[in-house]
């Protein structure tokens, strides 16, 4: 039996019709950008996300960077991150010509260590962008406090965590505002690019509306210097469709965790993920850690089961940016994980008799 890393056609083809009915209705509708789908999506996800405000946006990296702009964070500011993520977190933060300051992770979680945060944080810090990396929550409570004692504004890297939860409170809801991505692989995958901003903050909501459609309001009245970055009425619009199974794909994701979880303990070498009390995950990605990482790799693709490293250079090792001067060694918590992870199968379309044959052929691997 081959288990395909990600069957992205499976995903959408078992709502074909409903999809279908969303592009013909968009399609006999004569109307494509900024129109009925785009609003109606943006109240259902804002509703989901325990938000006042949705606002869709191009794609998830301009929702960080339309924040940040939001904000006013700009040249001469400084913006904490992660130095384990998705290199998009740090480029948000470049392109609006700010500086991105890391900060190293929980070994355990992968995500941002809030007791090294105060030690990053200088006159210029404007904001800290924690990540809920691989749909698992960061320590948000602990985020919120040192933000509140410093005066910085708190937005969710939320691309990965669609539905999470944190004490409680769902992703998207947890700081000042948030960044969704629904690229198609993300929990809600569009089928092209998309994102979100979710926020119940009035002010920077219409501010980020003005922004992405030219700095606009009235059309040809240009209020600001904005940008071309709106979702879709065709992408809205599936995205809504597939919106109604976000939770039951999350819950299957879960149940698949679970079947890992138990069937790959006590495995000498091996390390599985490590999920607070408080955190509530959605299983973007099951990520386990070890030393021979490649190896391993190599052996389940040779039974035809797929795996993906999440990710193999952390941001300050990449030519991108190369120019602040980092070299190996600096960030050491996010190299050895770099090093050392890998990512099994996991999806709403998964059976859980594929999960206990991917436990399977790890434990023989290893
Ligand atoms: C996917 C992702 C992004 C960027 O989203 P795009 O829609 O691809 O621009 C940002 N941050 C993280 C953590 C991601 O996983």
């Known amino acids: 039996m081959t288990v395909p890393f990600l069957d992205l056609k499976a995903i959408n083809l078992s709502q074909a019709d409903e ?3 969303a592009f013909k209705r968009v399609l006999e509708s004569g109307w494509y950008i900024l129109g009925g789908a785009t609003a109606a999506f943006e109240t259902e996800f804002a509703a989901y996300s325990g938000s006042k405000h949705g606002i869709g946006v191009a794609n998830g990296l301009d929702a960080i960077f339309l924040i940040l702009k939001g904000y006013g964070i700009g040249p ?9 993520t998705f290199v998009a977190t740090w480029l948000a933060v470049s392109h609006c010509g700010a500086t991105p300051v890391p900060v190293e992770p929980v070994e355990a979680t992968y995500n941002i ?5 105060e030690a990053a944080i200088t006159p210029r810090t404007r904001a800290i962008i924690p990540v809920h990396l691989y749909g698992q929550p960061a320590d948000m409570d602990a985020i919120n406090a040192i933000a509140g004692r410093h ?4 937005i969710e890297d939320s691309a990965q965590a669609h539905g999470s939860t944190c004490r409680g409170k769902v992703a998207g809801s947890l700081g000042d505002a948030a960044a969704f991505s629904f690229y198609p692989g993300k929990n809600l995958g569009a089928l092209g690019d998309g994102g979100a901003v979710t926020t119940s903050d009035d002010q920077l909501a219409d501010v980020i509306r003005t922004y ?3 700095g606009s309001k009235v059309k040809y009245h240009n209020e600001v210097a904005g940008y071309n970055s709106r979702l879709d009425e065709l992408q809205a619009a599936l995205l809504s469709v597939k919106l109604k199974t976000l939770d039951q794909g999350n819950a ?3 149940a698949i965790a679970a079947v890992y979880d138990q069937r790959l303990a006590g495995i000498p070498g091996l390390v599985l993920p490590v999920v607070p009390e408080w955190a509530d995950p959605v299983w973007h990605l099951y990520v386990i850690r070890h030393p021979q990482r490649d190896a391993l790799a190599k052996k389940l693709a040779d039974q ?3 795996t993906i490293v999440h990710y193999p250079i952390p941001p300050h090792l990449q030519p991108a940016y190369a120019h602040m001067g980092y070299k190996e060694g600096d960030f050491p918590i996010s190299e ?9 199968p996991i999806s709403p379309v998964m059976t859980l008799e594929q999960a206990e044959e991917v436990a399977r052929a790890v434990r023989a691997a290893l």
């Not at 001469?76 to 384990?84: A, K, Q, T």
């Not at 260590?113 to 945060?117: C, G, N, Y």
Request: zero cysteines; aromatic letters at 2%.
């Open 304 to 306: 035809g089961i797929g």
């Open 336 to 344: 050895a994980i770099h090093r050392e992870v890998l990512s099994l």
């Open 76 to 84: 001469g500011d400084e913006v904490i991150v992660p130095s384990n």
């Open 252 to 254: 299957q994701r879960r």
């Open 151 to 154: 005066g910085l504004k708190v």
């Open 212 to 214: 992405r459609n030219y």
């Open 113 to 117: 260590d809030p007791a090294l945060i």
């Open 19 to 21: 999809l279908q009915a």
